[in-house]
């Protein structure tokens, strides 16, 4: 069964991102993480301010070495009471090279949390 995807941002890895073995440091991938989720979560909830509050397990598929690109996708969104849940998944070229689910929470101006609701329409997906 296909699933949709909302394709997000873009890295490519650069020589100061690898370390000792040629990979991409994990810490640099947590960032981009990091940075993808909340332009996705902005984005579906059309919220200005919004802060990490979880990631679940990343998984480190395969290693990204120099001069890959990294496309970040988000899937299975799910709006809560003042927070958004999904799946970002890191690919390179087409294959999966990192995995994560991560939530968000959108604040007021005095930094509360606020109630959100999904932006109609949605962004566009692809199907995979
Ligand atoms: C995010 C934050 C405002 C939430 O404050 P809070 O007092 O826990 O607020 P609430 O209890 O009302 O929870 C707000 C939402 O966060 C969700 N949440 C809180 N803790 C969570 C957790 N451990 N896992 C998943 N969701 C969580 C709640 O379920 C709720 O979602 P919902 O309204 O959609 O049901 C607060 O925890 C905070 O400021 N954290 C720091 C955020 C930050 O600085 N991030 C950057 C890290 S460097």
Redesign the pocket.
């Known amino acids: 069964m296909s699933e949709q995807h909302y394709p997000i941002t873009a890295k490519m890895c650069m020589t100061k991102d690898v370390g000792t073995h040629g990979n991409l440091f994990g810490g640099i991938m947590m960032g981009w993480l ?1 940075e993808a989720g909340a332009i996705f979560a902005r984005t579906w909830t059309g919220e200005m301010h919004v ?4 990631f679940t397990e990343i998984v480190f598929k395969k290693p990204v070495k120099v001069g890959e690109i990294v496309r970040f996708e988000a899937c299975a969104p799910k ?7 999904f799946d970002i998944l890191g690919l390179v070229r087409e294959e999966l090279v990192v995995r994560t689910t991560c ?1 968000f ?1 959108a ?1 007021d101006d005095d ?3 606020k ?2 609701q999904a932006v109609d329409p949605p962004p566009p997906a692809v199907s995979r």
């Open positions: 990091d802060v990490t509050v979880k709006v809560g009471r003042t927070s958004i849940t939530t929470v604040l930094g509360h949390a109630m959100v």
